[in-house]
């Protein structure tokens, strides 16, 4: 079961590094969810959610 959760997780992360690329591609994420036929929402949602973190500006 753990090994089909982090095939699952690892699956989203590799998902959402692609609707980054699109992003970078169409130039923005509502461009990759109109081509897609989602709405902008999950789009970022997924994103947000499974895409690489943010490095913390905190000190």
Known sequence: MEQLQL?????AKRRAEALL???AELGS????????GRSWN?????I????????STTK
């Open 7 to 11: 095939q699952v997780s690892q699956a």
């Open 48 to 55: 947000k959610k499974n895409g690489p973190s943010k490095p």
């Open 21 to 23: 690329e699109g992003v």
């Open 42 to 46: 999950a789009v970022d949602k997924a």
């Open 29 to 36: 994420v509502a461009e990759v969810a109109r081509a897609l």
